[in-house]
Nanobody, 124 residues
Framework: QVQLGESGGGLVQTGGSLRLSCAAS????????MGWFRQAPGKEREFVRA????????YYAGSVKGRFTISRDNAKNTVYLQMNSLNPEDTAVYYC?????????????????WGPGTQVTVSS
């Protein structure tokens, strides 16, 4: 089993940047693909970015292309989400998740474990 905990959220102005971190427990972190999702008030949770277990392959949602970068450090059991050029539409609770699957990583059903989330608020 994997336990996940996000950090790094907060309040930022439009155009600013934040880096989210997700620390994982357990010794098998390197065998999981990792994803970031977000959920804005009144909206469904949506995919943001994902990275394969090895880190060689990444996936992104069109809304964050060129602005958000995902990376992982398997030695530290941590995955990161670097968010640049933030705008108010990025305001949401951001969740990291771990997957045992090789496919469908942009979908929620591919993920087995979820963190509690961290709030990101972008002011205009």
């Amino acid at each position: 089993q994997v336990q996940l905990g996000e950090s790094g959220g907060g309040l930022v102005q439009t155009g600013g940047s934040l880096r989210l971190s997700c620390a994982a427990s357990g010794r098998t972190f390197s065998s999981y693909a990792m994803g970031w999702f977000r959920q804005a008030p009144g909206k469904e949770r949506e995919f943001v970015r994902a990275i394969s277990a090895s880190g060689e392959r990444t996936y992104y949602a069109g809304s964050v292309k060129g602005r958000f970068t995902i990376s992982r450090d398997n030695a530290k059991n941590t995955v990161y989400l670097q968010m640049n050029s933030l705008n108010p539409e990025d305001t949401a609770v951001y969740y990291c998740a771990a997957s045992n699957h090789l496919t469908n990583l942009p979908t929620m059903r591919a993920y087995d474990y979820w963190g509690p989330g961290t709030q990101v608020t972008v002011s205009s």
